[in-house]
T-cell receptor, first 112, second 114 residues
Framework: GENVGLHLPTLSVQEGDNSIINCAYSNSASDYFIWYKQESGKGPQFIIDIRSNMDKRQGQRVTVLLNKTVKHLSLQIAATQPGDSAVYFCAENIQGAQKLVFGQGTRLTINP | DTEVTQTPKHLVMGMTNKKSLKCEQHMGHRAMYWYKQKAKKPPELMFVYSYEKLSINESVPSRFSPECPNSSLLNLHLHALQPEDSALYLC?????????????FGSGTRLTVV
């Protein structure tokens, strides 16, 4: 499953399928990006990060892709599990600014 | 220790009350942050402390007063809040300067103003 439109706040996938969550970032001067997972009633949990001098980074079951040309970031989750159900946020750090700016988020629902 | 600890987890306060939110980290991070998060919205930055000095105030009303007593602690003092200030208040910490490696959030304080 994939949220092809960046204005779609929800994504539903079958358990075991792969998920792709997309994010457009706003500033070409952003040099560091983080994906967070937030479960209900909890704070954002770090998933994976990527620096602007890279275009791909892999973790355990997750991959982040960065396309600086179109200012686009994606998070791929392989073999989704029920525990992956959450809201996923991308966040960007504008170079020189001591802060993260968050995207609107995507709610991922895993269907059994 | 790789955690950011926030207390209390839940807080209900009246509009005339004074209360404080607390945040603690022992990761050696020298940047600490307060965010506000409304339901179904992303976190919004309120304040940034870098090396115990306030470096960013995102035009937050004065009824919110941050304090950084030392490199491990961050407080948010609340006074004369409005019901619309009800939200999840998140604390975060990271390395300071350059890229914000290790940016870690606490679990938040769920604040209700009545």
């Amino acid at each position: 499953g994939e949220n092809v439109g960046l204005h779609l706040p929800t994504l539903s996938v079958q358990e075991g399928d792969n998920s792709i969550i997309n994010c457009a970032y706003s500033n070409s001067a952003s040099d560091y990006f983080i994906w967070y997972k937030q479960e209900s009633g909890k704070g954002p949990q770090f998933i994976i990060d990527i620096r602007s001098n890279m275009d791909k980074r892999q973790g355990q079951r997750v991959t982040v892709l960065l396309n600086k040309t179109v200012k686009h970031l994606s998070l791929q989750i392989a073999a989704t599990q029920p525990g992956d159900s959450a809201v996923y946020f991308c966040a960007e750090n504008i170079q020189g600014a001591q802060k993260l700016v968050f995207g609107q988020g995507t709610r991922l629902t895993i269907n059994p | 220790d790789t955690e950011v600890t926030q207390t209390p987890k839940h807080l209900v306060m009246g509009m005339t009350n004074k209360k404080s939110l607390k945040c603690e980290q022992h990761m050696g991070h020298r940047a600490m942050y307060w965010y506000k998060q409304k339901a179904k919205k992303p976190p919004e930055l309120m304040f940034v402390y870098s090396y115990e000095k306030l470096s960013i105030n995102e035009s937050v009303p004065s009824r919110f007063s941050p304090e950084c007593p030392n490199s491990s602690l961050l407080n948010l003092h609340l006074h004369a809040l409005q019901p619309e200030d009800s939200a999840l208040y998140l604390c975060a910490s990271s390395q300071a300067g350059g890229q914000l490696y290790g940016y870690t959030f606490g679990s938040g304080t769920r604040l209700t103003v009545v």
